[in-house]
């Protein structure tokens, strides 16, 4: 007998979390960089694996990389911050750069990465999440509330 299950089997098209810290002042550029995952929902709260932290800090000190190279560039900038060695894979690394590659934070050309068209951080953030990403799911959860309005009135 099979048992049919309640729980919704909806996946989003997109998503995107977005938190608000304290303003971004005396602090070092790991801290910056972690401060910026939480930001846009790369890290969460309170997480200890945050190796995602030191991909993009290693994307940010290189203009282009080869993937192959990002893990050992990883554990370097583990290592000189003293933090532990954990989620430092090679398969967790390249699930990193997939995830800030979704982002449109960085592009990948081959088995080379960079910053998206090496282009200033806030200028991606504005065309590629604010105008673009952000706006289409804005849109949609309008789309949402005008349906709801309109069964509302029926």
Same mark, same amino acid.
Request: glycine residues 4%; hydrophobic residues 35%.
């Given at each position: ?45 309170? /997480?200890?694996? /945050?190796? #995602? ?7 940010? /000190? ?12 990883? &554990?370097?900038? *583990? +290592? ?5 060695? +954990? ?6 690394? *390249? ?6 590659? /979704?982002? =449109?934070? #960085?592009? +990948?050309?081959? !088995?080379?990465? @960079? &910053?998206?068209? !090496?282009?200033?951080?806030? !200028?991606? =953030?504005?065309?590629? &999440?604010? @105008? ?12 949402? =509330? ?9």
């Amino acid at each position: 007998m099979e048992v049919k299950s309640n729980v919704s089997k909806s996946i989003p098209l997109a998503e995107i979390t977005l938190r608000k810290y304290e303003r971004p002042y005396d602090m070092d550029k790991r801290e910056l960089v972690k401060k910026l995952c939480l930001s846009v929902g790369l890290l969460q709260p309170g /997480d200890s694996r /945050d190796v #995602i932290v030191d991909v993009f800090c290693v994307l940010l /000190d290189n203009e282009e990389i080869d993937g192959n190279s990002v893990p050992d560039k990883v &554990i370097e900038c *583990r +290592k000189e911050n003293n933090l532990d060695l +954990k989620g430092i894979a090679g398969s967790n690394v *390249r699930r990193q750069l997939k995830r800030l590659k /979704d982002l =449109f934070l #960085i592009e +990948k050309s081959g !088995n080379i990465y @960079r &910053i998206t068209e !090496n282009e200033k951080l806030l !200028n991606l =953030f504005e065309e590629k &999440i604010e @105008r673009f990403y952000l706006k289409s799911i804005v849109s949609r959860v309008k789309e949402y =509330f005008e349906h709801l309005d309109n069964l509302k009135k029926g």
